[in-house]
């Protein structure tokens, strides 16, 4: 079968030359005689790998130098639990956006820690939306303020911070390097690798230096950020095959034109795709409020969940995969992230245009 | 250049038939048209490789019905962490027998959350040698008693294992399912993949189920057995690609004959090395102790510092990769892990020969 447009949630689709990349050396890396999968991760051919990728993610944000850059494991899931762990101090307080089923994750697992003030809640809300920056009232004193800005799911996305006094935590796992941001509003920023970045297995962490002192005297060793900070990711034996990927995925969004490149081509495709909904004359409904809609996760709904098996069954059939919304909410979902072609993009928005007129 | 013989002590050599496999299915899986890393975790392709690596270790290790597997991230350095949150009760007191680098990192950890006992310590013992089942004095009414199977830097196994009233916990890390053991006399076993087992990024943990309920509540959510027992191994996004070449793995080990084939080919390769390094009339000294001489990561000295470099040197220009001592101890080390082939023992041992005889 040719290569299908892969519309999954995460993992997701990778770049094709990435792939075709790590195949060719997957046996045998630039001679060395081994995979590098099987090579030590404190000798020089991972080192340059390592190395590599933090610089060009660095890079890619432009990253100030008090910023560190860490490959942790356990992807935004142990994230939700390190982050109270090193940011919470015992008697202080935590404000969080509960703006979805990620966001409701993480409020759950930092309630397990401390105390959480829930600012804001559109986590029910219909259309699916996300509060407006205005709308945050923040605690006074809070160790910082979390918030997830893409949920996946819902198909929402932030489309400016809000900026409280109090450091800025942002789940960026469905749009991290998708678009420009500017890395001093953020305290942390944490990011699973399996949709814009590479396979599953890695989260990237950018913590400003400052917080790496916060921790607690009771919090694991392996689960404070100063420990992997202090040795450069490599205080363990780190997901070395996962990061090599991630090299060769930011080496492919360098040549995309960065994330400035990279944002004109995903903000494209996702104006494709919501021009088809509002087209369509109300047979596909957008569950978004469209000043939240997401350029990474676009979903909808069709007249029937009926029509939309056979919607998912015909699209499938056609190599275009990976369609059906989550579980939780049903419907519709096309994530189109960093790696996903234009040319799915088209192939779908023409797939949809045909099965309105035989089914509308 | 050809496959080297790499004894590098993990990221380690990997099954060159796995390599292989994994390289021709890497860029369409299947007839999929996407790569194995491309695919949601909660699909039917990756549900059938997940399903069948858990079915495979279980077969390994013929594991009763009442153990689960698990495929967590993060190592055995997370384990360190997790075996104390998960285990010891806060007014509880655990055993830990220090043995070594991989031991003491282990005992650190726990330290941080609670009460530990060193009921024997060999850490800095010369030759390196573990205590023997009967030197220990349990602790009464002990969490758990925690060992390390194979000091990897050392050079030392257990040969036998200690029954204590408490579960014993072990860090297998550098021999699980290199050799046979009795499942029931473990309460939990831990191995990082990179030896043993697969690339770097995930560790599997096997566990007696009635140990789930033990875990304290003011443990995160993540870091508890239980969340990730529940929901087989899928609360978060597993390590997809790395679970992939561990079902690689554990076939191809099973196409060995199991672990009671592979344990006669690992005892041969042992044998044939130590049996070079006492032959070679005191120029090849054995840092360990004969009667805990690990099978797996065979160490030694040559007369001087100013020869062992020469050695490696040597060794490396023939192929002989990977043979330095942990820098924290120095010397030779020879890791000779399942997917080691015997033809690179006799190659070494060849070389061994030739370099006493030029240099002795």
């Known amino acids: 079968m040719a290569r299908v447009f892969n519309f999954g949630a995460g993992p997701a689709v990778l770049p094709e030359e990435a792939l075709l990349e790590a ?97 804001a809640d559109t986590a029910k809300d219909l259309p699916t939306r996300l509060p407006r920056p205005e709308e945050l009232a923040f605690t006074d004193g809070a160790a910082y303020v979390h918030i997830t800005s893409n949920e996946t799911i ?36 944490y990011a699973g690798a399996q949709k814009n970045l590479g396979p599953a297995g890695c989260a990237v962490v950018v913590v400003r230096k400052d917080l790496l002192d916060r921790c607690p005297a009771d919090v694991p060793i392996f689960f404070r950020y100063k420990t992997h900070a202090e040795e450069n990711s490599l205080y363990n034996t780190p997901p070395t095959f996962t990061i090599y990927m991630i090299l060769l995925t930011t080496r492919w969004l360098l040549a995309q034109g960065g994330v400035n490149g990279i944002a004109e081509r ?75 072609p234009p040319a799915g993009v088209d192939a779908l928005c023409e797939f949809m245009d045909e099965f309105r007129r035989a089914n509308g």
Not at 56 to 69: A, G, H
Not at 87 to 93: A, D, I, S
Not at 154 to 165: L, M, N, V
């Open 23 to 119: 195949q060719r050396e997957l046996f045998d890396y630039k001679g060395c005689g081994m995979s590098i999968m099987e090579m030590s991760h404190r000798g020089k051919e991972y080192a340059a790998v390592h190395e590599e990728a933090v610089a060009n993610l660095r890079r890619l944000m432009s990253l100030p130098d008090d910023y560190d850059v860490l490959f942790l494991q356990g992807g935004a899931s142990a994230q939700f639990a390190m982050v109270p762990l090193n940011l919470l101090p015992p008697n202080g307080v935590a404000d969080y956006v509960n703006s979805g089923a990620w966001a409701s994750k993480a409020i759950r697992e930092a309630r397990v820690r401390g105390r959480v003030n829930v600012i």
């Open 154 to 189: 819902a198909g929402t996305q932030w489309k400016s911070f809000p900026r409280p006094a109090a450091p800025l935590v942002a789940d960026m796992s469905s749009d991290f390097l998708s678009r420009p941001f500017d890395p001093r509003a953020f305290g942390l920023i």
């Open 266 to 340: 995903n903000r494209a495709k996702a104006a494709r795709l919501y021009a088809a909904l509002d087209g369509s004359g109300g047979f596909y409904r957008g569950t978004a409020a469209p000043e939240f809609r997401s350029d990474m996760n676009v979903t909808w709904r069709l007249p029937s969940e009926a029509l939309e098996e056979k919607f998912l069954k015909e699209a499938s059939a056609r190599g275009l995969k990976g369609l059906k919304g989550h579980r939780s909410v049903g419907g519709i979902r096309a994530s189109i992230y960093n790696a996903f």
